[in-house]
């Protein structure tokens, strides 16, 4: 099944923002599949985004090394067009860091992090809410801090931050 890195849930404005971040070692049927379903609450509304590592290690049950979010506990920390993903902590060179960021509104990135790759950026328009999921990943040359990673949106928006480091040969 799917094992939850991190969650972290914007409190305002109403409706809230949750960005949940998973990991899954793929089995043959995993490769094979189109779709993925998660269950919601009822008044939910939600999409999401897949990135597909190929060369990612587990070991000790889980390939994530290290993850931070922002903030560091559920809030609402306002607005701002600057997202910044707080940094995390790589143990050894060639792992990937991974910088999600969620979006109260279908607003644009107008540049994502320094040096990162993107991996997808999908927006929402449907329902009364829309809204924006956008992820960008590097491998990072050597053990260490990967410093914060920020991606600017085109105007103040209300979001949720996540960077995640994975374990690579």
């Not at 998973?22 to 993925?36: G, N, Q, Y």
């Not at 919601?40 to 070991?59: H, P, T, W």
């Amino acid at each position: 099944g799917w094992t939850q890195i991190a969650k972290r849930t914007h409190t305002q404005p109403n409706p809230d923002l949750t960005l949940v971040s998973f990991w899954k070692e793929a089995d043959a049927a995993d490769v094979a599949a189109s779709s993925f379903t998660f269950t919601l609450s009822v008044a939910a509304q939600a999409f999401g985004g897949i990135a597909r590592y190929d060369d990612v290690v587990v070991q000790s049950g889980s390939p994530v090394v290290a993850s931070a979010t922002n903030p560091v506990a559920d809030d609402n920390p306002g607005q701002a067009t600057s997202l910044v993903a707080n940094s995390v902590t790589t143990t050894q060179p060639g792992q990937y860091v991974t910088a999600i960021y969620a979006l109260v509104d279908a607003t644009t990135i107008s540049s994502g992090p320094n040096g990162m790759a993107a991996l997808y950026n999908q927006v929402r328009t449907t329902g009364t809410n829309p809204s924006r999921l956008v992820a960008y990943d590097v491998s990072q040359t050597d053990a260490a801090a990967s410093g914060a990673k920020t991606a600017t949106a085109s105007g103040s928006v209300p979001k949720e931050k996540l960077l995640a480091c994975m374990d690579s040969p």
